[in-house]
Each structure stands twice: as structure tokens, then as C-alpha cells.
């Protein structure tokens, strides 16, 4: 007859204790991504805290690395971006993170944010690569984020390009007003860098004309008419 082995009670607390304490990290975990997203971020940040705290008391690693990974996009939404950027480095140290685009997007997102532009450049490009063509949202932000970063070093084919890219993405989204504000700052900035043919600056004010046409934001709409006097 085989021997049946039987969990001793401290076992047993012991998992009890730990799936007690992974209820409360998911918990301070969902209701810190609320905050951030509804732009709380002293709020989202205390979450985070907390939920990081518990994490590292716990055997799972994965647990720890979403904990600090959040506690990272958390710091640099606060405007704390050299905080940010130690969490998400000691994040990725302790293996791969479940969204390495995402991974790539805060850390760009920490260099903007500390005005080094040429190395958020690098990793909002890494971003863009790693992310699958279905987060269209994902890529078209971090393209919007690339083109501003481009223009700061002063790389304006690459930001218009960078700004078409996300016109196209945001269509693809049936985001019709994040696209055509994308349009416009693609050719605003194929015109300023004189480096587009005649007829590749009149292709992106055509598709502009064409988005704005979908447009039924009257003020949308003002800002668009003010943007092309100029």
C-alpha cells in the first residue's frame, strides 16, 4: 500500500497564509491601476507601495517583479522618474516581466521624463518592436511619445515619420480625432524639416483634410483650422 502523505498543520497555515496575503496584493494591485489610469498617481503610488511590501514577503518571484514593476510606472507618473527607473531595472534583474513592451514603454517614459532624449528614443523604439500589431493603442502612443522625443533631438524626418506611423495605428483603432491630430504633426514637421517631396507633404495634408472630415468636435475642429493659418 502507498504511503499518503498528509500536509502538517503549520503547512497548511502556511499556504493559508501566503493566498491571504496574494488576495490582498491583487487587491492594492487592481485598485492602484484605477488610480493611475484616472490619473491619481500620489494615490496609485501608495497602492503600489504597499502591495510591493507584501510582495516581498512572499517565495514568488513573480510577484514581486508586477509589484515593482508597477511601483516603477507608479514613481514616474508622479514625476519621479529616477525612482521609477530603479524599480523597473531591479524588476527586470530579477527575470523577464510579462509585458516587455510595456517594460520598454515606462522606461523610455523615465528618460523623457529626466529629458534624455536620445536614450527614451531607443526604448520607445525597443517598445514599439516588442509590442504584438493587435496593441495597436500601446504602439500608437509609443510612436506618439517617439516623435516628441525625436523633435527634442532635433531628428524631424524621423518625428514626422514617427507621427504618420501613428495616424495610420490610431485609424486602425477607429480612433478617428487621435489620428488626425497625429496626421497634423506629421506634416507640420515634414514642412519644417524640408526633407519630404512637394507631393509627400500634400499626400499627408490630403489624409489630414480627409480624417478632420470625420470630425464632429467643433472645437476639435477650431484647433485644426488655427493650426493650418499658421
Known sequence: MANTLVSSSSEVQAISHHASIQDEI????????????????????????????LADGLPEMKSQTRCLFNLGAAYIARGKPKKGLK?????????SVEKD????????????EMKEYSKAVKFYQRAISEYIPSETQSISDALIKLGYCSVNVRDLPSAACSFRLASHSYQKAKKTEDAAMAMREAASYMIRSQKFSKAEVLETLAE???????????????????SCQR
Not at 524599480?87 to 527575470?95: A, D, H, M
Open 208 to 226: 489630414c483634410a480627409q480624417l478632420c472630415s470625420g470630425i464632429t468636435n467643433q472645437d476639435l475642429l477650431a484647433i485644426f483650422s488655427q
Open 26 to 53: 491583487q487587491k492594492l494591485s487592481k485598485a492602484g491601476t484605477t488610480s493611475l489610469k484616472n490619473n491619481e498617481a500620489a494615490q496609485a503610488l501608495s497602492m503600489f507601495k504597499k502591495a510591493c511590501i
Open 101 to 112: 513592451g510595456d517594460f520598454y514603454f515606462n522606461t523610455a517614459a523615465a528618460y523623457n
Open 87 to 95: 524599480c523597473l531595472l531591479k524588476c527586470k534583474s530579477k527575470g
